[in-house]
T-cell receptor, first 112, second 114 residues
Framework: GEQVEQLPSILRVQEGSSASINCSYE??????FPWYKQEPGENPKLIID?????ERKQIQELIVLLDKKAKRFSLHITDTQPGDSAMYFC???????????FGKGTHLHVLP | DTTVKQNPRYKLARVGKPVNLICSQT?????MYWYQKKPNQAPKLLLF???????READTFEKFQSSRPNNSFCSLYIGSAGLEYSAMYLC?????????????FGSGTRLTVL
């Protein structure tokens, strides 16, 4: 079935450095790629997304890149802060279908 | 209010017993979903309601039921819980048919089957 591979599963970075999470997908019909952040004890929340007509999108310290040919997309957090410590989920979606296929998640730890 | 509420937060159930989980949202969203999340696994879509129409995933078709008596409320029902049902159950909602819309998640119900 359709899968989204997300790596790494655990990521530890020093405060102030950057963090990168990579996802790949199988379904070439996927055209929408959201990222969700889940803080401990909280519900997952959308933090940034990118559609297939874009290659790069930035919201403050969050950058997402999309390579449609390689079927890969990534999240980059620049200047990480303790508040960035959380679980991050990527997803790939075919907007003509109903399915949201999530990756397994990346547990980001920002170390002081 | 952009919250999705789930009750209870934690649920203990015995093998073979039924389980009913509850979700509500007041955003007037058309679509409500139930996901199952196990450790080290991706959230797995179990079923969703678009308005009054229930769609269940093929591989979980017989394991889960749901009802949506009104726009705000959606339940997930397990007729006979097995150990493999132990997981976090996440409810979510979205405007419209969802695929391109933001999902608003609840905090989840952690179900433990003993």
């Amino acid at each position: 079935g359709e899968q989204v591979e997300q790596l790494p599963s655990i990521l530890r970075v020093q405060e102030g450095s950057s963090a990168s999470i990579n996802c790949s997908y199988e379904d070439s019909a996927s055209n929408y790629f959201p990222w969700y952040k889940q803080e401990p004890g909280e519900n997952p929340k959308l933090i940034i997304d990118i559609r297939s007509n874009m290659e790069r999108k930035q919201i403050q310290e969050l950058i997402v890149l999309l390579d449609k040919k390689a079927k890969r997309f990534s999240l980059h957090i620049t200047d990480t802060q303790p508040g960035d410590s959380a679980m991050y989920f990527c997803a790939a979606i075919d907007t003509n279908a109903y399915k949201v296929i999530f990756g397994k998640g990346t547990h980001l730890h920002v170390l002081p | 209010d952009t919250t999705v509420k789930q009750n209870p937060r934690y649920k203990l159930a015995r093998v073979g017993k039924p389980v009913n989980l509850i979700c509500s949202q007041t955003m007037n969203h058309d679509t409500m979903y139930w996901y199952q999340k196990k450790p080290n696994q991706a959230p797995k879509l179990l079923l969703f309601y678009y308005d009054k129409i229930l769609n269940r995933e093929a591989d979980t078709f017989e394991k889960f039921q749901s009802s949506r008596p009104n726009n705000s409320f959606c339940s997930l029902y397990i007729g006979s819980a097995g150990l493999e049902y132990s997981a976090m159950y996440l409810c979510a909602s979205s405007i419209g048919t969802a695929s391109a819309e933001t999902l608003y998640f609840g905090s989840g119900t952690r179900l433990t089957v003993l």
